[in-house]
């Protein structure tokens, strides 16, 4: 009785080491095999800012507003927008921001503050943004598309943004100075 079990084991064993071969061998047609340029993990660092690769990259960008002033130190950056003529609810400033955002915390690795400041011509403050890679909002899907967003009316995307309010802009905005 011993021996047909230890025969039964060999036996099952032998079935499953077959079958392990046979599906080695024969890989099914959705596998990797199929399709064979397939990646499984797709490698792409972020690329690192520095003095040179910013002043590139800002260039290339299609911003709606002029930029005045660039100030890069450590991890921080540091832009401020021309506002002549925006209006504190504006989508133009506001997707400016959100470029501006995306390069920084998408594009670029090395960038864990972003400060954004609009000004008019003479230089006074109209509305400032402060923004942080630590900031649980912040990934490439929230940075798609801003344009159905008024950080004025909306109190959810003026605290994401650390947005203020200044001068004239914030009796037109309701807001925070």
């Not at 011509?121 to 649980?136: V, W």
């Not at 008024?150 to 650390?162: D, E, F, I, Y």
Request: hydrophobic share 45%; with cysteine.
């Amino acid at each position: 009785m011993r021996a047909g079990i230890g025969i039964r084991l060999a036996a099952a064993g032998c079935a499953a080491l077959g079958a392990v071969l046979l599906l080695s061998i024969f890989p099914s047609p959705g596998g990797v095999a199929a399709d064979k340029e397939k990646a499984v993990f797709r490698v792409q660092q972020p690329a690192l800012l520095d003095q040179g690769s910013l002043v590139d990259r800002l260039s290339g960008m299609s911003l709606k507003r002029r930029i005045t002033r660039v100030e890069w130190t450590g991890s921080v950056l540091k832009i401020d927008l021309d506002g002549r003529g925006a209006a504190p609810g504006g989508s133009d400033w506001l997707d400016d921001i959100r470029q501006l955002a995306g390069l920084s915390f998408v594009q670029a690795a090395n960038v864990s503050r972003l400060l954004v400041r609009v000004e008019d011509s003479g230089g006074t403050l109209l509305a400032a943004a402060d923004m942080r890679r630590a900031d649980p909002w912040m990934n490439a899907d929230q940075l798609k598309d801003w344009s159905d967003i008024n950080p004025s009316q909306n109190k959810l995307w003026a605290s994401r943004l650390r947005l203020t309010y200044h001068s004239e802009w914030a009796a037109e905005s309701g807001g925070r100075q």
